[in-house]
Structure formats: structure tokens, C-alpha cells
């Protein structure tokens, strides 16, 4: 398996690794903040999370890969951002599956047309 191989396995579908998708998310911003729901955060757990998102979202059970996205719409810099939050807006992963599937579908489609 070559390199190219390798990389393409890590890519997971809600990740930041395309910068195409990080496009469209960013185009569909609005929609995204729209659907989202408020999580408000327990305080001893917070504690003793923070500075590690990725792991409170594993506790909490929702994919870790759309960190980027929880980031984004709150407005969050970095790991080093997440403390003292008394909520997080979280989307709602039934809609980044949905735009997902819109982007997937509009880049085949492109493609097709480029290959004509």
C-alpha cells in the first residue's frame, strides 16, 4: 500500500482532512448553527476535561472528528480554548450526514462533467 493508500484510510467522512468538504461546511455555516442543539456542560466534568475536547466528545458519544465543526460554530480557537464553558452548541449529525451526501454526490457529479 503506498503512501497515497495509507492517507486516504485515515480520512474519515466528517473530518477536516478535504479541503473541499471544509468549504462547503463553511458555505452551509448558517444552516448548520440553525439545526444545532445546546449542550450545557456539567461543571466537574468539564473540569476535568479540559483542554481535550476530543475526549468529552468521546464521552459524550458523538463522533470526534466533527471537532473542527463544534470549533467552528462556537467560535472556539483551539484545545487550549475549551475551558470555562457553560455550554457548547453541538450540529446535529443527521444534518452533516445530509450535507455530506449533498457534497459526495455534487463532486462525483462534477467529476463526470470534468471527464466529458
Known sequence: ???????????????????????YV??????IVDTSRWMYLD????????????DFLRDEFLDAD?????FLINQIGSNA????LDRLLVPDMDV???LRQ???SIRSNFKQVRQS
Do not use: P
Open 26 to 31: 463553511r458555505d452551509n455555516y448558517r444552516m
Open 96 to 98: 452533516l450526514k445530509k
Open 81 to 84: 480554548d475549551f475551558i470555562n
Open 43 to 54: 461543571k466537574f466534568k468539564h473540569n476535568t476535561m479540559r483542554h481535550r475536547i476530543e
Open 66 to 70: 466533527i471537532t473542527w465543526i463544534i
Open 1 to 23: 500500500m503506498g503512501l497515497r493508500e495509507a492517507y486516504l484510510g485515515l480520512m474519515t467522512d466528517m473530518g477536516n482532512q478535504d479541503a473541499d468538504w471544509v468549504h
Open 102 to 104: 449533498q457534497f459526495v
